[in-house]
């Protein structure tokens, strides 16, 4: 008997910007020159919020702190396609896109200063808390999906991870979960290429990381993930896919973590300088200015006055999280139950 | 009144709270077409539909966060993991999300899932289908963990784990679930979490045990003045009644089927060695299995704990 073809399958790239930032104007989103500059505006935001970050964490005046250094279109890009309405579930590494959505920066520098009362998300958010074990947030993803379908919600549910996170169980059993129950769930991927020191190579042996959701029966797509635009389009199309009970979209947005892993890290033990500089050219708001300076809206003059609205944004977040009094001993025991047992309640008496 | 056994309690208590409240959802491996591998569950999917009862793929982690996830968002799932020894691959959402996620969200989100499972040996079932580590769970702050002994007692903690706000484990001791009947209420009642129950009074000495080993403990103390504690729920596990007991005892004998090391007796012993130490007439004894994995059928017998055993140790106690 013949062998015989059961399957094929492509995985597309989808690219808008280049990088001289000349966009593809068949693919470009039908975004107004207003968003168009907001996407700027909080990439930036972002830039500066995270340049902030590490400093404060070398003068220790917060803990260790996991850059996102050249992930801003990746972040800001996909969570510019979500509403305060949609559930989402990152990982630890996204700040980018919880400074989209409005999380208080306080809280966000709050939290990486060792205070677990930033984790108390605004009521207007639907954002789990940062998860630190990798990949264990993503089957809370479908968990949700099926709860919003059961309740018959118009919402998307979103995840964040990181491409380590691809080789971790939950990941698999979360996708896996998604194709089988076909939920409404958008499942982005920050493929940064390191895993602290494991390049993609030492993760998978697999060409993208798209293609793992063939396997799962729903679909893939690698997106340009220092190109906003792309970002932007590939989790508007999942999310309204989402949104109309068409089922699950996995984005690889393909991108570049150029700062170290964490603050304790230092990515000069085993990654070259001449990789950093060649993605460092390849900087996602560089690519931005330079589509709207073509387009007559970007000069560094500009530059330096988004630059400065956002210093002053992180300055009043950095204020105000060093003027909030430090959490009482009480606060170990606050919420652990609704009810304390006994012996909570007395281990908190004593304290 | 209906006498039932514990299969029937409890299906007895999902149906009714299914039916009372619509943000109760089943889910698990063959819980829906098949009823379980129990068949604890029977039924349901015919009354409540796919929508409420879900067979899900085969992945214990997968789907402990999934449920979790649906916990979050304001249902009240309910998790079927089809021995406790396959728990141990939905650890860490237990550990690292379930039971954190009221503290970790500072009161956000809340975690109200009940995940059942059966527990515990003498079924000749094939390996990690008879484990007994009901301590490991004990060490997770924020996770209740509950252990009904008989067919009334499983119906009503039951309906109080599905109204709890927190996640509850709930361990359903296998060797009990056809083994006994009991007269069982049709109507809604609550046994309330983190109560211990007298089942039977005494004056001489406590014997302290749970799930399982409850009905083994009472065949074992017949002709003795022993008061038997069933500590029903373990965390958090009723201190006070232990102690009141041992007060008017002044002797104290634990009996689990789990390894005696980190056992939760030892935690009970430690408790009373703290509390009520000038109570004591005698050295607290731990009837338990030994430290050693879970055997197959064909030494079962010589690792739970049995009445000979039991007795043993109340003539030591007795006589010290």
Redesign the interface.
Known sequence: MPEVLLAEYQIKRLEVLNEKGEADPELLPDLSEAQMWRLYELMLLARIFDERAVALQREGRIGTYPPIRGQEAAQVGSAFALTQKD?L?PSFREMGAHLTLGYPIPQLLQYWGGD??A???P?ELNI??FCV?VG?Q???????????R??RDPVAVVTYFGDGATSK??FH??M??AG??NLPLVFICQNNQWAISIPLKGQTASATLAQKAVAYGFEGVQVDGNDVFAVYRATRQAVEKARNGAGPTFIECLTYRMADHTTADDAGRYRSSEEVSFWAARDPILRLERFLEGRGLWSPEKREEVAAQATAIVDAGVAAMEASAPPAAGELF?????TL????AGQRKVR | MAQLNMVQAINQALSQEMARDDRVLLLGEDVGRDGGVFRVTEGLLERFGRERVLDTPLCESGIMGAAIGMAAYGLRPVLEIQFLGFTYSAFEQLFAHAARLRSRSRGRYSCPLVVRTPYGGGIKAPELHEESTEALFCQIPGLKVVVPSGPYVAKGLLLAALRDPDPVLFLEPTRLYRLLREEVPEEEYLVELGRARVARPGSSVTVVAWGSMLERVLKAVEGYDAEVLDLLTLNPFDSEAIIKSVQKTGRLVIVHEAAKTCGFGAEIAATVAEEAILHLRAPILRVTAPDVPVPLAKLIDHYLPDGQQIRSALDQVLQY
């Open positions: 559930w579930f677990e009362r984790q108390k998300v009521p789990f808390p074990a264990s993503i089957p809370h993803a479908a968990g949700a999906a099926l709860a919003a059961y309740r169980g939950d059993e979360a896996n979960l089988v129950f606050d919420e652990v139950l609704a047992s006994p012996r909570q």
